[in-house]
């Protein structure tokens, strides 16, 4: 049964969140959120609205970090998701985080971004090269780290897969779930 690490942080997307820990589960796969600290996050929702350049955000539900970014032993996962939301803005500085991802591509494991999930790929420097996709606000980051931007819902290259929203779910998932069942190395 595959084990799953799920990166997230204050502000990040509930929607994706939730989504992602029950989907998991559902398969009876085992999951751990992973945070700065041992807490309960405050996650947000953010959603489009007629007449705004961008989303809006409001609070959403609150999610219970299982472990910290210190106590992640990456040979215990086959895969890591970074998740969207504000969060990769500000988890993209933190240096423990940084280093899981890496190790997670040294260990040639899967590895899942999805939205502004790609800031921490790119801050991580694993995106070089690679065919990604994410939110279009942060696509000059992916860019400048070295990615090739495609406009689709979920990408993979490798055993990296992208998706651009929580309205990618269906072609994200499929993606991820159809990594999980085959072996990691690429």
């Known amino acids: 049964m595959p084990q799953i690490l799920i990166v997230t942080g204050d502000a990040g997307e509930a929607y994706e969140a939730l989504y992602a820990v029950h989907r998991f589960r559902e398969e009876d796969w085992r999951t751990a959120?992973?945070?700065p600290s041992v807490r309960r996050l405050h996650l947000v929702m953010h959603d489009f609205e007629p007449g705004?350049?961008?989303y809006v955000e409001r609070p959403g539900y609150g999610l219970e970090a299982d472990i910290s970014f210190d106590q992640v032993d990456v040979g215990a996962y086959d895969a890591i998701?970074?998740?969207g939301g504000r969060a990769p803005e500000y988890l993209r500085?933190?240096?423990r985080l940084l280093e899981i991802v890496r190790e997670f591509d040294a260990q040639q494991k899967w590895?899942?971004?999805i939205c502004h999930g790609i800031q921490v790929l790119a801050a991580a420097g694993i995106t070089k090269g690679k065919r990604i996709t994410c939110y279009e606000h942060v696509r000059f980051e992916a860019e400048q780290a070295g990615g090739t931007?495609?406009?689709e819902e979920a990408v993979r290259d490798g055993r990296i897969v992208t998706g651009q929203t929580w309205q990618s779910h269906p072609e994200f998932y499929r993606e991820v779930f159809?990594?999980?069942k085959a072996p990691a190395r690429s």
């Open 81 to 83: 998701l970074i998740l």
């Open 149 to 151: 931007f495609v406009d």
């Open 93 to 95: 500085n933190d240096r």
């Open 111 to 113: 590895i899942f971004a």
């Open 52 to 54: 705004w350049d961008t």
């Open 178 to 180: 159809a990594c999980l």
């Open 33 to 35: 959120v992973a945070a």
